[in-house]
């Protein structure tokens, strides 16, 4: 019998975790919240990432005008079950849940530092905590590994060591890294492990203020409001990152590595493949590449459905049965009640779900 599985929901880290799970002598530059001049500030490598509306990070059980008021605290936007696994554990049961995907979320801000032993003594933390907090409810918690990607050599060893700690997953921020994407060979050294441990490497919506990640910037600087800003976003970031990794030849590297768009619908994927498609019909006597890019995505990648999804049977008709699965995005402030679409789904998701994380 296929379990139920959340393939796309997230912690709201404790304000204290990076002070007491660094190792000592980065504990002074701790990613942490203040309040100054009653303003709460999120302040990570020395630098005010974020202020004012911190309760924003998480506030899926909250009215949404007083969450973006100014006048509540990060903690107010943290429902006990986003830090507390306990408090998790009964939630899933309430939900009829067997078990979830976890990522960061105050993980997936910027680190605005140059400093990369400071930025992979962050992901270390993380990591750490995430164990702790895993092992507390056996059984529960896909962890999702967080690496620093600015620094290669560390990011494959805390690799390697968070899949012998169990890790099911590994975050990719869907940007450029330095100036490479994440295809680039210069990253060959953590798909490797990706490939030999089975797990995926899984692009999942960020949150940048500047950069490549940023899709539409010229609108974005109009303010045009949050539907447009979460409509847009999450698929503005994941096409190009999930059609890069396929257009730099990453799955004839490492054919049997598994990729995941996460937080930006499934629904977009049969466009995806077709577009490419007629593309490389035009250009394929310029390039060498083996398959058509439709291919490699119904051959590596894999696609979260969401709530509100009306076309996730057409995809998985085009791109693949096995190619889609489901995500609550629990407990961020665009996630919906998940109640009606567990009692109408399909059991093929759940199946594909155990599949791509090995669970």
């Known amino acids: 019998m296929s379990q139920v599985i959340d393939c796309d929901s997230h912690v709201l880290e404790p304000p204290n975790l990076w002070k007491e799970y660094l190792e000592p002598k980065y504990r002074d530059r701790a990613i942490r919240i203040e309040v100054n001049d009653g303003v709460e500030q999120l ?10 509306v911190l309760a ?23 429902p006990p079950a986003s830090y507390d696994p306990h408090a998790r554990a009964k939630q899933m049961d309430e939900w009829g849940i ?5 990522f960061p979320t105050i993980g997936i801000l910027p680190f ?37 990607w600015h620094d290669v050599d560390e990011a494959t060893r805390e690799l390697a060591r968070c899949v012998k700690a169990g890790f099911k997953a590994l975050f990719v921020p869907p940007e450029t890294i330095g100036g490479k994407r994440p295809g680039n060979v210069h990253f060959d050294s953590i798909w490797s492990i990706c490939q030999e441990a089975n797990i995926p490497g899984c692009f999942h919506v960020i949150v940048r203020f500047e950069g490549a990640a940023i899709p539409f910037h ?8 949050m539907i447009f800003s979460f409509g847009l976003g999450g698929t503005g970031q994941l096409m190009p990152a999930m059609t890069s990794v396929i257009t730099d030849l990453l799955f004839e ?25 007629s593309k490389y019909e035009v250009f394929k006597d310029l ?21 509100g999804e009306r076309t996730i049977k057409d995809v998985m008709r085009l791109v693949g049965e096995d190619r889609v699965v489901w995500g609550s995005d629990y407990p961020h402030v665009d996630s919906l009640p998940i109640t009606d679409f567990l009692d109408a789904s399909d059991s093929q998701l759940w199946s594909n779900a ?6």
């Open 218 to 225: 010229h609108w974005h600087v109009t303010s045009p409001g």
């Open 287 to 307: 390039f060498s590449m083996p398959k058509k890019p439709s291919e490699y995505i119904r051959s590596n990648c894999y696609f979260v459905a969401e709530q």
């Open 56 to 78: 924003g990070l998480g506030g899926a059980e909250m009215n949404k005008k007083e969450l973006f008021s100014g006048k509540l605290s990060y903690l107010d936007g943290c």
């Open 112 to 148: 605005p530092t140059d400093d990369q032993d400071l930025a992979s003594a962050y992901c270390r933390a993380y990591n750490n905590w995430i164990i702790e907090f895993s092992q507390a409810i056996p059984g529960r918690i896909l962890p999702v590994a967080m690496v620093n």
């Open 43 to 52: 302040i990570i490598g020395e630098k005010v990432v974020l202020q004012g």
């Open 98 to 102: 067997d078990k979830t995907v976890i």
């Open 253 to 277: 590297r490492f054919p049997r590595l598994k990729i995941v768009s996460v937080e930006a619908g499934c629904g977009y994927a049969p466009y995806l493949m077709d577009r490419l498609d």
């Open 354 to 359: 155990q599949r791509l994380f090995s669970c």
